[in-house]
């Protein structure tokens, strides 16, 4: 966890990696206001990292908000890469139950962000083929995926947290990403880099669309670093 200002933030801005959260640390860095309003934690890859983050804050804090930011993956033409979603419904398909639960967030929090509803699912892995992606929107109806947020808002919904989720997609439906990501992950669960740098040597030819998804992926941190800003500068003590 790291801490941008005392136990006594009132929120709480959830990432799981690194890149996700690196533009609005910068923000953080240069702006005493933001600092007084939050805290910024980067958990992990995975709901149970999510989870374990949340309930580490609030043993720490003395209540506040939550937000669960980060990367997304299209799963309809309605949520291209670079969209962003403010979720209306988080539904968890991490288990390997077919029923899904729903969370819906604070509704102040989210009526405070804006209009760019939809649902947002969290599952157990990456998606790949646009086939995937497509198969769960019809099992679910979701218009984006993740893999944090579930995990997150139960240990919220737990211990009465008010939240909401930001996600923004850097890759769409009809993209298939450039590799199995599932297969280069590191033991705790996150992206082996080196594993990932190596199979790109394997296989150039791979390498723009590689490139074309770290953009994409830049976009997206700056755009959630963006949004933050603007929400957290508005929102009351």
Same mark, same amino acid.
């Given at each position: 966890? !790291?801490?941008?200002? !005392?136990?006594?933030?009132?929120?709480?801005?959830?990432? %799981?990696?690194?890149?996700?959260? %690196?533009?609005?640390?910068?923000r953080l860095a240069v702006s005493p206001e933001l600092r007084r309003k939050c805290i910024v934690t980067v958990s992990g890859v995975?709901?149970?990292? &999510?989870?374990?983050?949340?309930?580490?804050?609030?043993?720490?804090?003395?209540?506040?908000?939550?937000?669960?930011?980060?990367?997304?993956?299209?799963?309809?033409? %309605? &949520?291209?890469?670079?969209?962003?979603?403010?979720?209306?419904?988080? *539904? #968890?398909?991490?288990?390997?139950?077919?029923? $899904?639960?729903?969370?819906?967030?604070?509704?102040?929090?989210? %009526?405070?962000?804006?209009?760019? $509803?939809? #649902?947002?699912?969290?599952?157990?892995?990456?998606?790949?083929?646009?086939?995937?992606?497509?198969?769960?929107?019809?099992?679910?109806?979701?218009?984006?995926?993740?893999?944090?947020? /579930?995990?997150?808002?139960?240990?919220?919904?737990?211990?009465?947290?008010?939240?909401?989720?930001?996600?923004? /997609?850097?890759?769409?439906?009809?993209?298939?990403?450039?590799?199995?990501?599932?297969?280069?992950?590191? !033991?705790?669960?996150?992206? #082996?880099?080196?594993?990932?740098?190596?199979?790109? $040597?394997?296989?150039?030819?791979?390498?723009?669309?590689?490139?074309?998804?770290?953009?994409?992926? !830049?976009?997206?941190?700056?755009?959630?670093?963006?949004?933050?800003?603007?929400? *957290?500068?508005?929102?009351? #003590?």
């Amino acid at each position: 966890m !790291s801490g941008a200002a !005392s136990s006594l933030t009132r929120t709480c801005v959830l990432f %799981a990696l690194p890149e996700e959260a %690196a533009p609005f640390l910068r923000r953080l860095a240069v702006s005493p206001e933001l600092r007084r309003k939050c805290i910024v934690t980067v958990s992990g890859v995975g709901a149970e990292k &999510a989870e374990r983050a949340v309930k580490e804050w609030q043993a720490s804090s003395q209540g506040g908000r939550l937000i669960v930011c980060g990367f997304g993956g299209g799963l309809t033409e %309605a &949520a291209p890469s670079g969209s962003l979603l403010l979720a209306e419904r988080v *539904l #968890d398909a991490t288990g390997s139950g077919a029923t $899904l639960t729903a969370y819906r967030p604070d509704a102040a929090m989210r %009526a405070a962000a804006g209009e760019a $509803l939809g #649902d947002l699912v969290t599952v157990p892995r990456v998606l790949i083929t646009p086939d995937e992606k497509r198969a769960l929107n019809m099992r679910t109806g979701a218009v984006m995926a993740d893999m944090e947020t /579930a995990g997150a808002v139960r240990a919220a919904e737990r211990a009465g947290t008010r939240w909401m989720a930001v996600r923004v /997609a850097t890759d769409s439906v009809d993209e298939p990403l450039p590799f199995d990501f599932n297969d280069y992950a590191d !033991s705790n669960g996150n992206p #082996d880099r080196r594993r990932i740098a190596a199979a790109t $040597l394997a296989q150039p030819w791979k390498i723009p669309a590689l490139l074309r998804l770290g953009r994409r992926s !830049s976009f997206a941190a700056g755009l959630i670093s963006q949004f933050l800003e603007t929400y *957290l500068m508005q929102l009351m #003590d």
